[in-house]
T-cell receptor, first 109, second 114 residues
Framework: DAKTTQPTSMDCAEGRAANLPCNHSTISGNEYVYWYRQIHSQGPQYIIHGLKNNETNEMASLIITEDRKSSTLILPHATLRDTAVYYCIVTDSWGKLQFGAGTQVVVTP | GAVVSQHPSWVICKSGTSVKIECRSLDFQATTMFWYRQFPKQSLMLMATSNEGSKATYEQGVEKDKFLINHASLTLSTLTVTSAHPEDSSFYIC??????????FGPGTRLTVT
């Protein structure tokens, strides 16, 4: 039983913001929202995580709705190197990561 | 940022032989590491949690006698695929959490069993 729901794929224009949605309607109070991405044939890369407040780092911003049932990962200026599968994962702070199918993001020139 | 390495990056072995894959945390200590397996065009599947100084815990459906995990030090965990068969061919990836929140992943090891 998947804890998160993401679109299968998304296309994004280079230089534009990419907004990746994720639904996690059964999230518990102590569970965090994590985002990772995997570029083809590489190990996944950590992007960002949050509990209930919006977060921003050098890679992305994470917007979590007030009821915490959904979130959006924002890549502010997509580049070709951002083409990857993006995974939204819900888990507690020391929890194991259970990967779903993720969203295949393709950034085009 | 934290760095996790894996060795080898790829390996080909014959059916029936055993293969050992190493996962190292290069600039931090990891009491816990995780092992994943990924088949082509599929997502990562968590196989087991490797605990330094104690037995690994395996996910449901993963054969602990086939996938031997040893976490002998705070920077090294090994996964041994015993009596490998072609269906064990996969991409094996490890991860470790430096500070308990985000995890850092190794580059993966591609195993091909002929």
């Amino acid at each position: 039983d998947a804890k998160t729901t993401q679109p299968t794929s998304m296309d994004c224009a280079e230089g534009r913001a990419a907004n990746l949605p994720c639904n996690h309607s059964t999230i518990s109070g102590n569970e965090y929202v994590y985002w990772y991405r995997q570029i083809h044939s590489q190990g996944p890369q950590y992007i960002i995580h949050g509990l209930k407040n919006n977060e921003t780092n050098e890679m992305a911003s994470l917007i979590i709705t007030e009821d915490r049932k959904s979130s959006t990962l924002i890549l502010p200026h997509a580049t070709l190197r951002d083409t990857a599968v993006y995974y939204c994962i819900v888990t507690d702070s020391w929890g194991k990561l259970q990967f779903g199918a993720g969203t295949q993001v393709v950034v085009t020139p | 940022g934290a760095v996790v390495s894996q060795h080898p990056s790829w390996v080909i072995c014959k059916s029936g032989t055993s293969v050992k894959i190493e996962c190292r945390s290069l600039d931090f200590q990891a009491t816990t590491m995780f092992w994943y397996r990924q088949f082509p065009k599929q997502s990562l599947m968590l196989m087991a949690t490797s605990n330094e100084g104690s037995k690994a815990t395996y996910e449901q459906g993963v054969e602990k006698d086939k996938f031997l995990i040893n976490h002998a030090s705070l920077t090294l965990s090994t996964l041994t695929v015993t009596s490998a068969h072609p269906e064990d061919s996969s991409f094996y990836i490890c991860s470790a959490p430096p500070a308990g929140y985000e995890q850092y992943f190794g580059p993966g090891t591609r195993l091909t069993v002929t």
